[in-house]
Structure formats: structure tokens, C-alpha cells
């Protein structure tokens, strides 16, 4: 049984990674808690973001967040545009996770195409960057990631609560017949829904590139966890998907530290199953 | 009844192509070619397995590499680690593969409403775990398995020939299987399960055992291949094997073939096959990858029933126009005597009480059938009248009460069960098999509502109340072809062509026009005339009083009131109930 | 007129559920459409509501033509409905299901005096405000339905079948709050399989059957009319 301190510096680093997995989870949770599209290109657009601030920031030196400021507007509008699509061909639940599931093969291999499937990793003067509380280190990148998470996550729900568009949104998620007779125009907030859980993406990318070594393959590690994640913190609920997040980097690293890293990905889906059987209805 | 030349031809070219394939390694070309197509073969196979659920039942797996790796690592430790032949070990690993594959399903296949998508990302979720599991356990440990010291039995001279032959003989089975499945009861159970499966168990398709045979089916064969694979690649890695191309791949080949067709996913397999052999030999696998997935967007948008279907009904097109007629008055068949109403109860309801969480829907209704009587069953909304009539059908348990049918208790007895003792209904809102045509519609019921019979002798079941109901000539067309009218009296024939002992017409007449009803009405009585008993749901009430023997009025999910159509009408209860009170005084 | 239809054709698919249908309603009247069940009477409010698309015939609603207007429009021009089993978002809460209801700006702007009115009408509502709409009883929702309807600032309000899976006793408080939404300034048109309440409260009635309007008039005529047995008793 390992120590205390191994164990409780696994609890932070997996808490830390927790919320990657959370903000992944959430631009996810959105478009499929309420707009019933499962898109599997999320990861693809994530990585791509991931590739361009990589890009941006080794060949022309742009920092991170400005670099950010250009991928993210870029991803909303391919979001956009990614639901025009679906839009036009009224595609259903199922379908949408086939097509967006070819698309994220397609940007898979463009982005091999342009960067190869080398590992890259961005190089900043802060990546190994981190503090010490106690016992224990914490790394500001994750932390940062963390608090980003946390924001994003309170600032959708706060949205999706407080403000009208908000309720609309959940309004016409449950009932756009009714939504409509009282005026929400639901096609509208669609695409609104749809550019924001790409710039979501776009936004977790920049992360990606900071913390992660990038290689095309990537893009499918992490699907299953987090489509676990979305599940567990149920769809369209951004907090659940950013505790859901962090509950399940916190098992997934306590395991790992008391049996063996590779026993990590059992955490995550077991957890999955055992709800889904208990209870069919709850994502 | 000799077989056609439009029978004879296919059947002809499918005997050649085997033996051409069969033969195909004694032409001693060079080994490329037998790899090529035991690639080929291998993606038939399971393409054409994961269809077997997945395309004609519906139930999207996105687990098929789960069961593909089970099979394939069967076979790597019982012939590395406990020395056994190879051979032996492909029937083990499809019957491993088809354990986990009824494991699985006897859990979920029990939970009444798990969506879509859930039930895809359940499978692929078990399939990260097992790959876990192999991997952390000496199955595999994280080294892989070498299994270029396997002994290969020796079919051929050449190990690939030897390959190439296994997989090729699995092909044939699979393809043989699979159209055995489409041709029997199986296989018209699960395309139903695939367009409605409450109305398949509501006609009498035991929904639980065929879902389960046909995913065991399906992890079996893939178990079977995955054995075979095993020698093909030579060295496993648990990351090789349960890469996400398995899962995707043979969807993408499903869909872009067909589906519901049982040849569909080998035509699928074969094209993407050969496309991304033509790429990775180029150098340009990437480039490959890419187009495939493009092929996929292209496919379920604009193909979404798959090439093969669609060059069906193509052909069909160009044939020329068929033998539909155009909004031909419906005109019901009437057998000259009417049968007496017995003394004796066909349908006893007692006590029955349905709750739906905080909702009583049905508070304890107590009420008798007589066999051959016409009751109408009429209420005020919301009164209990379709829950009881969902309930007697099966549609859900009893809160509390029983209900016996011929003497026989059904409170308990799941739908499929009480279609088969004798009991049929049919749906407000008609609820056809969108994708069978009339003709399979009413086959389908008439094949699983009754005793076991001849295909011909259904066949013949069909066509009579085909022609009962006044659909003569409409045998072909598919339900959405149908007007409102016609589906509805697709719906009855549907419920006749189980024989049924007793029928429960939801609110048959609703939407029809008066010329219409009249039709309707005659049919009714046909209908009893041919000796079932009859309860109906109606609001229609001058339609109600002529057809009806007796009339049972609910109100508040408890029977208020029951006999002689007049009588209960003018009871000035009834008419209070209705109306409201001061109407009636 | 505040809202007139003439020669309406409406259907679901290929199946025409009412046909040839002409009706009025005058700012401050409450109409009531009554028929059996299966009459159209849910088409009708549907299309009312720009739920459904007109096959022929035309809708005029203060003089506009509500032909070409799309479903989310149809609020901004003053008609709310009341539909068919409440159809709350059930996951939301009280108040904001009534939120929902001035979703428009023009309403929105009023949204504090519009929700004191509302809990005036409905104390109990204001009690539950914080509670998810699902949880509350039959004739809370239907409260709840109706209040959503008048924080639109409607000038008509449609009622689909207002009575229905509510219990005797609170049918007649419904049918008291419609008259008050009259008094709100609200023209009223409600289809309604309880003949006698709907009767009772109306101005002036109509009587749909099979898809067609085949009588009308004032409420005391129709009461007299054998018709009306017939239509409900067949007798």
C-alpha cells in the first residue's frame, strides 16, 4: 500500500487531470444534452486547435493566449458550419455520430498530412513550471487548466440558469414546439450551441498543446473517458461534466498508484456501465 | 414449382464464385493475392457478422473488436500457452466470444429503455475493458504474443495458402448463416424488433431470445475470425487488436452495402477493402483513411439504406410501373352467417389496478367479455380506457388484479406471450413495419401469432386477409405508400392474420371519413362473424351504439356502468358524466 | 376581428384532420369550440398557434395574414396557448416556465408586473416558484400553463382542452380563472370536450365534428339542439 504522500499527491494530479477531461466534457455535454447530436469530431477540432497554437507558437512565435484568440473564433465558425450541415440534412442521433465520427477521421489525417505523426511538444519556459504546498507539487499549468475549467463551467451554467437565452435553450431542449409558440427560435440558438461547443474545443486545444505531447493518434485516447465523463455528469449539466471530470481523474490516478497505470481505463468505464444499469435514464 | 430464371441465375453465379475462390490457390499466383483476399474475406466476415444485430435489429454496437479480440486471444494462449492444436481452438474462441456477447446482453437487453446511442457506447465501453483486463493479465501482459512458433495445420502447401483458406471457408459460413437467418423466423423477428420493437413483442416475436441469439450469433463469428487472425498477423498486441478500426470500419462497410441486406456489408467490405488496399500499396494509406471516411459522410447522407437497396429498387424502377392500384375503394368481404354470443367468459378482469408512479390510472375494474360479443369500452378522457387495454395486451404489468384469457391468467405474462395465447390489438395511430411491405406485415403477424406453419400456408393466411380487409393489390407497397385509411385496416389485418381469440381495437374509426367508417363498421362485424370476440375503444358514439352487443363506460379508471348500448346511454349518470350534471337533470 | 379564419384545411402527413373550417373571435369574446373527441379539435388550436401549417383557407389575426409567419412569430403578434396536457418544461422551475412565457422583449419588459399578476391570479404559484414544474399537481401545472400564457401580454389566448386529467372540482376553478383572463383584456378561444363548462363560460360556440364546423351560435341555442346529444350519446 503506498503512502500517504504518494497517494494524496496522486488525489491532486488526478484532480488536476480531471479537469481537462471536465472541459473536454463540457462543449460535449452541451451540443449533446441540448441539441441531441453525439459529436465524435470534438476531439478532432480539440487537437487541431492543439496543432495550431503549436504551430503558431514554434514558427512564428506567437504566445499561447494570443494564438488563442485567433483558434477559437476559428473553431466557432467551424462549428457553425458543422451544424449547417447536419441542419440541412436533418440528421438524427445516431447518424450524427457516424459523420462526425468520419469527419474527425478526415482531420485526423490532414493533420498527419501537414504535421506528420512525430510527437511534438510545445516547448514554453513555463511547462515544467509548478509549486510546492506541503508534501506536495502542484503544477501551475494544470492548476491554471483547472481554474479555466472551473470558470468556463460555472460562467455555461450560470448562463444556461440565469439568462434567457439560457433558458430558452432548455426550454427547447425539452419541448421546441412549445419553445417556438413562445417565441424561442430554436434553429437559431442551434447554431449559437453548436460555434460554442467548438470554441469549447478550440479552447481545451490550447491547453492540449501547453501540457500534452501531440501526435495524431491522440485524438482517440481520450474519447472513451470522456464520453464516460459526459455520461456520469449527465448531458447538458457543465458542472456535472467538470465534477464528473475530476472524480473520475481523481479514481483513475488512485488507482493507477495502488494497483498499476495500466488498470486506469477500468475505472472510468466501470463506472460508466455500472450507472447505465442501474439506471437507464439518467444521462 | 420449378425455380425461374430470375432464381436460377444468382444462385448459378454464387456456386461459381465459390468454387472459383476455392480453387483459387492452386493457380499459383504469387502470395500477394491469397493476402489480398483473405483480407477480404476477413472484413466480410465481419462486417457481415456485427450486421447480424446491429444492421437487421438495430441495436448499434460499437463493440464488435471486443469480441474479435476475445477470439483472437483464445486462440494466441491456448495454443502458446497450453499447447493446444490450432484448430481446435477457433470453435472455443467463438464460443468464448459468444459468452461474453450473451453476458452482455442478458443485462442490457432487459432494460426497457436504453437509447441508441447509449447501447453503442455501452459496447464500446466493454470493449476498453476487456483489452484492459488482457492486457494487465498474463493473457497478454503488455508484451504481445508471438505466434509464429504455432504449428499451422497443413490445407495447402503454403502457410498463406492455408490462410487464405480458412478465411475464405469462414466467409462462406458467415454468408451461409446469414442467409439462413434472413430466411427463417429469426430474421423476420429481428427486422421487426429494427422498425417497432413494442409492436414486435405485442404480435408475438419473443424479443429477448431472438436479440439474444442474434448477438450471440454475431460475437460468435467474430470470435471465430478473430481465432483465425490470430495466425495472420503473427505477433498480437493488444493495442493492434482492439484498435478502433474494427468497430468503425465494419459499420462504415454495413452501411455503405446495406444494412438490412444480408449482402449488403460483404459488397461494403469488399469495395473499402479493395479501395484502402489501393492506397496503403500507393503509400498513401492516410490518404486512404480520409477518403473512406468521406465515403461514410457521403453514404448515410445521401444512401442512408446502403448501396445494394438502393441499386434494388433502382431495378425495380426501371422494370417498370408495378401493380399498385390508386386509391381504390376499400370494400370488406362479408361470410353470410353470424356466430351467436356464447354464455361463457373469454375475457375476465378483476380488481385490475395500474398506477403510474403518483398517477392511478386503473383504480380496480371488474369486467366480463362473453366470447363472440361486440362491447364497446368508452369513457371520458383520461377514464383508463387505453391503459386498460394496454394492460390486457400486455404492454405492462399489473400494479395489482389479474386478467385471465380462456380461463388462462395473463396479468404477469410479458407481451409476445399473450399475443400467442390468443389475444391481438391494434394501435390508434397505426403502427406498420415501415420498412416491410404489406404483404411481410401481415406474414410476420400471421407467422408468429399462431401455430407453426409452412411458409406456404402463411403465405396463403396473408394474402386471405389481405384480400379480407380489401388491400388486394396493395400486397407489395411499403405502409408510408398507404393512406391513413388503408394503414388502418393494415393494422387489422395484421391483428387477423394471428387468428386471434380476442381482438382489442383501439379508436380504429378516429380520422376517417363517414364513407369510411361505414366500411370500417361492416368489417367489424365480418370480423365477429368469423368467430372472435371483440372489444373495442371508440368515441365515435352512433358507431359505438350499432356495433356494439354491450357497452362498458369507465370513468375514473373504475367501470361505471355497463349493458345494452341505449340503456347506458340515456343513464342519466352516464349522460352526467359527459355532459355535466345539470345537463342531465 | 381580432382573429379570423376562413375555409381552413389542416392535416398531419397525408391524413386531413379538419377541412372547410371558418371561425371568429372578437377582441374581449370567449369562443369555445366543442365535439367529441377525434373531432380536429387540437388540429384546430394547433394551427391557431402556427404549430401546424394551413393546407388552403387563410388566417387573419388583427388584420395580418399569418399565412407566411413562422412558428416562433406567432407570439410576437399576441396569440399564447395554453396546449393540450400543459406541456410545461418539466425540468425547469415554476418561475422559470413562467419566464418562458414573456421570452419576448416586448413582454419581457414588463416581466415583474406581469409575474405579480400572475401570483395574484395563483397565490399557491408563488408558494412553488422555486420547485421543478414536474413535481406539481395536475391543476398546479395547468395554473402554472396558464399563467406562462399571460406573461406573453397576449391580446387572445387559446386553451386546448383545458379540462382534461383535472379533477371535478378544479375543472370549475379553471373555467373561473378563463373568465378572469378575459378580464385581463384577453379574447379567449377554448376547445373543450366538457360540454357544459365550456358552454357555461362561453359568449358564442361552435361545434366541430369529424373535421368539420356543423353548427354554431349562442351558447343556449346549442344546448337545446339534439345534435348536441347526438354528437356526445349517440342517441
Known sequence: ?283 | MGMSAAQGLPRLAAAFAVVLFALLPAAGLPAFYDSFFYLVFFWISLATSWALLSGFAGYFSLGHAAFFGVGTYTTATLTTQFGVPFLITVPIAAAMAALLGVGIGAVVFRLRRLRGELFALLTLAVTFVVATIILNTPIDGGAGVFMSAVPLPHILPTATGTIYMLGFIMCVLTLGITWWVVHARLGMGLFAIHDDEDVAEAKGVPTFRYKLAAFALSAGIAGAVGGIHAMYVGFLTVAGTFELTVPLYVVLMSVLGGARHWLGPAVGATAITALLYAFISGGEAMVGRAIVGLILIVAILWLPDGVLPAIQHWLRTRRGPGKLQVGAVVVPVVPPAAQAIKGRPLLEVRGVTKRFGGLQALAGVDLDVREGEIMGLVGPNGSGKTTLINAVSGFYPLTSGSIRVDGVEIGQASAHEIARRGVARTYQIPRPFINMTVLENVSLCATFGGATRSRAEIRDEALHWIAFTGLDGKEEALPAKLNLHERKFLELARALAARPKLLLLDEVLSGLNPAEIDNAIRLVRAIRAQGATIVFVEHLMRAVVELSDRVAVLNEGKLFALGAPRDVMRDPRVVSIYLGKAYAA | MLLEARNLHVGYGDAPAIWDVSLDVDAGEIVSVIGPNGAGKTTLINAMAGLLRCRQGSLRFDGADMTCVRAHDYCGHGIALVPEGRRLFTKMSVEENLELGCYLPAARAHRAQSLDRVFGLFPILREKRGQPAGELSGGQQQMVAIGRALMARPRIVLFDEPSLGLAPTIVDDMFDIITRVRAEGAAVLLVEQNVLKALDVADRAYVLEQGRIVTSGLPDQLLTQPHIREAYLGV
Open chain 1, 1 to 283: 500500500m503506498p503512502s500517504a504522500t504518494l497517494l494524496g499527491q496522486a488525489l491532486i494530479s488526478g484532480v488536476l487531470a480531471g479537469g481537462m477531461y471536465g472541459l473536454l466534457a463540457l462543449g460535449l455535454s452541451l451540443s449533446w444534452g441540448l441539441l441531441r447530436l453525439v459529436n465524435l469530431s470534438h476531439f478532432a477540432l480539440a487537437f487541431l486547435a492543439a496543432y495550431l497554437t503549436y504551430e503558431l507558437g514554434t514558427t512564428y512565435h506567437v504566445a499561447p493566449w494570443w494564438s488563442a484568440m485567433m483558434v477559437v473564433p476559428a473553431m466557432f465558425a467551424i462549428g457553425l458550419v458543422q451544424h449547417w450541415l447536419f441542419d440541412k440534412f436533418r440528421v438524427n442521433e445516431l447518424a450524427s455520430l457516424l459523420i462526425t465520427f468520419s469527419f474527425a477521421v478526415i482531420l485526423e489525417v490532414a493533420i498527419q498530412l501537414y504535421w506528420t505523426a512525430d510527437y511534438r511538444r510545445f516547448e514554453t519556459p513555463y511547462s515544467t513550471l509548478s509549486f510546492k504546498v506541503g508534501a506536495f507539487y502542484i503544477p501551475v499549468l494544470e492548476l491554471i487548466l483547472c481554474l479555466v475549467a472551473g470558470a468556463l463551467a460555472w460562467g455555461t451554467w450560470l448562463w444556461l440558469r440565469r439568462t434567457y437565452v439560457g433558458k430558452a435553450l432548455r426550454a427547447a431542449a425539452e419541448d421546441a414546439d412549445i419553445a417556438a409558440a413562445y417565441g424561442v427560435d430554436h434553429k437559431k440558438l442551434a447554431y449559437l450551441l453548436s460555434g460554442l461547443g467548438a470554441a469549447y474545443a478550440g479552447i481545451s486545444g490550447t491547453f492540449i498543446a501547453l501540457i500534452a505531447t501531440l501526435a495524431p493518434a491522440q485524438i482517440w485516447t481520450w474519447l472513451g473517458v470522456v464520453f464516460a465523463v459526459v455520461i456520469i455528469g449527465r448531458l447538458g449539466n457543465p458542472l456535472g461534466a467538470l465534477f464528473a471530470g475530476m472524480l473520475i481523474g481523481a479514481s483513475e490516478s488512485l488507482a493507477m498508484a495502488v494497483f498499476s497505470p495500466a488498470w486506469a481505463p477500468v475505472v472510468s468505464f466501470s463506472v460508466l456501465i455500472a450507472i447505465l444499469l442501474w439506471n437507464p435514464e439518467w444521462a
